[in-house]
């Protein structure tokens, strides 16, 4: 009997090694997807909030129309507080939409503040680049899109003022 275990000696030693790689990368696997899952709520929050503060600054007379570029400022602003350093491979696209006129007031438009948020995300588990990376997968980069829709919040003019 004692014989008989002093040869399968090594077998726990093979069959750990077949194992245990397949197995390290199931387990990197599913932390990469809680890194990107991260992220992504990361992405997606910091897209509503800027097209929050997009649909609140956008408009300084009542009834007027959204000016683009004071939207777009404020919300490098925000951007710069809110990710310091690591704000110069995140980019921000502002749109500004009309999507009606309204019926009883004519100079009055209803208009939104659409923002994209680009967001590069650096897959730190090895291994995980070749399958959850974004194109060219030797960057081990996944880019998340966020994209956000706001109404702008503007005061009524009254159809008495001229």
């Known amino acids: 009997m004692i014989e ?14 077949l194992v245990l790689p397949v197995f390290m990368l199931l387990i990197f696997f599913v932390l990469e997807y809680g890194n ?14 800027f097209a929050r503060i997009g649909s609140l600054v956008g408009v300084k007379k009542p009834s007027g129309r959204p000016d683009s570029s004071v939207i777009q400022q404020k919300i490098n602003q925000a951007k710069q507080k809110v990710f ?15 999507t009606g006129v309204d019926p009883m007031y004519k100079k009055h438009r209803h208009e939104d503040v659409v923002v994209t948020v680009n967001y ?10 070749f399958v959850l990376a974004s194109e060219p997968r ?7 899109k966020a994209v956000t ?5 503007k005061a009524y003019a009254s159809s008495d003022e001229k």
């Open 36 to 49: 990107i899952a991260y992220h992504t709520v990361i992405a997606t929050h910091a897209s509503y909030e």
């Open 84 to 98: 310091g350093t690591k704000s110069g491979g995140i980019t921000v696209g502002v749109k500004v939409e009309t």
């Open 4 to 17: 008989f275990r002093k040869k399968r000696g090594g077998q726990v030693t093979v069959e750990l090694m």
């Open 149 to 153: 829709r706001m109404p702008v919040e």
């Open 120 to 129: 590069p995300v650096h897959l730190i588990f090895p291994g995980t680049s």
């Open 138 to 144: 030797r960057e081990g980069i996944r880019r998340i």
